[in-house]
């Protein structure tokens, strides 16, 4: 891929996107649609996947950044059911699809069909938790999606490898491939959690927000680099641990660097995402070419296997584990049958099955047949479960009452803030004119106020925080325009214009509610 068609591609993603999100639609899914679209118009050059530039380039900054965005309490609290996915569904999945692969291809080698299952075995939650999201899906299903995707890869990418050195005629002793899956996840989170703790302690040496923020853009390519080809372990987990421990502890940090990060990784985010989908798409025509009706049947029964597999795992192992465990009946309530269904369909495969079916060696036997199953699979996937996923959340019609705790939790929380602003302003010794301490209480019962006004807040109409908010953002508008104005008629230097813009951009941030 040439560096004009690079361009031409991004920028086409990223307005595929902004027309995407404009009209509702679930972004990832349009962009499959016009990548597989545009692959037929003629003229349309290869865009070749490079399974080097998605695996060291591309997943590193995504995870990392879906890890620094995740609740390292809630994936704890559910680090069981998510261990089952991350792992044993992976594994299930890898042992199902490779015998119906084997099964449908009786020519396929059993080490090169197993090589098929650790490719299509992990999910990309990107599109389905952007789905969740959007439609009110339950915290602890959205926590087990985002946990499994941050996890999983690790597990499909180094049974991955076992599978490939079977296939190439370097097959090991099953216990030693146990032995080195445990070594490459011990290994993966020791190297994640030194990096985070590292960069930790630079970051508060640095003292200085853009120097921080440089150095959090290194940190997914180095903990993945430092992981893979120096130490010979996960990856994955190296990026994912280091994304999770600094992002807990990022509230301790600076208030510069948790809003530069934030804008930072947004728009990698966007950028990434929005490549990788085109970029799914457009490989159409570079597996098109050697199909057959035999092939496409025996990749229908690999798709089938694929989605039967999650569905038939999820439902024992929720259940199983709540049966045998009393603690675990003391402490949470039944599975929720709706919720399961809702997860087991969200298995749409995305990238990281077509980088890993890309870089299979030509030495395994079959190649070609992998390679296009992967695709039908993560093509089908998307758009049939993709498409279909709001329906079924809909149809299950459970809801969660997680926004309404949310609110409770924030008003009390809230409320007692607001008293230690009081109770610390009380105990300032300075000496402060009467009005501005007033004016500072006043902005503390306020803010204390505004979040039970929210909670209470029944029908469509405005709460007077909303109303604030709203006026203060108009009139902020109004000064800014002002400032634009006398800019140019040249009253005031660029430097000073950007140095209010700067002040009066950081207060419209704060009113302003996502």
Known sequence: MQGP??????TGALVVTSLARRRGWPAPLVLVAAGLAVSFLPGVPAFELDPHLILILVLPPLLYSAALDSSYLNIRTNLQPIGFLAVGLVLFTTLVVGATAKLVFPDLPLAAALVLGAVVAPPDAVAAVAIGRRLGLQRRAMTLLVGESLINDATALTAYKVAIAAAVGTAMHPLRGVAMFVLVTVGGIAIGLAVGVVVRFLRSSFREG???SALGLLVPFGAYLLAEEVAHV???LAVVVAGLYLGYHAP???VTTRLQDAAVWRSVDVL?????????GLQLPSIIGFVDLGLVLGATAVLLAAVAARFVWMYPAAWIPYRLSRRLRERERPPHNGQLTVIAWAGMRGVVTLAAAAAIPEAVPGRDVIVFCAFVVTIVTLLLQGTTLPRVISK???EGDDARKDALAEAQVQHRAAQAAVDRLDQELDEIPEHVRAQLRALAEHRGNAAWERLGRQDDAESPAAVY???R?????AEREEFVRARDRKEIDDEVLFRVLRELDLEEAALSRE
């Open 5 to 10: 068609e690079l361009l031409v591609l991004l």
């Open 210 to 212: 853009a120097l921080e």
């Open 234 to 236: 996960s990856g994955v």
């Open 252 to 254: 301790r940090g600076s």
């Open 272 to 280: 990434l995402e929005s490549f990788v989908f085109a970029l799914i």
């Open 396 to 398: 299950i019609g459970f």
């Open 469 to 471: 908010r709203r006026l």
């Open 473 to 477: 953002r108009a009139m902020v508008k």
